[in-house]
């Protein structure tokens, strides 16, 4: 992914980033440069994003016995 530096030195993370690192409006991140000599964005919030399939979790409820579900493909009334 590749972002362009604006005349004031500003940059806007990707969207698959920020959603990585969980970072969004007023996130604070640092900037850390690595034995390699490459920088690395690290946010410093110590939460770290749900996955989006935690967020989904339990949110069907109860929902039918097995005896509802045969009785309904069965069309019985």
Do not use: N
Request: glycine share 12%; net charge positive.
């Amino acid at each position: 992914m590749s972002t362009t530096v604006t005349s004031k030195g500003q940059v806007t993370i990707p969207k698959a980033v920020r959603d990585f690192l969980g970072i969004g409006p007023g996130s604070r991140v640092e900037f850390r440069r690595v034995r390699d000599g490459s920088i690395v964005v690290v946010p410093l919030d110590d939460a770290r994003p749900e996955s989006r399939f935690a967020r989904l979790r339990g949110q069907a409820g109860k929902g039918m016995t097995t005896d509802e579900i045969m009785a309904l493909t069965r069309g019985d009334d």
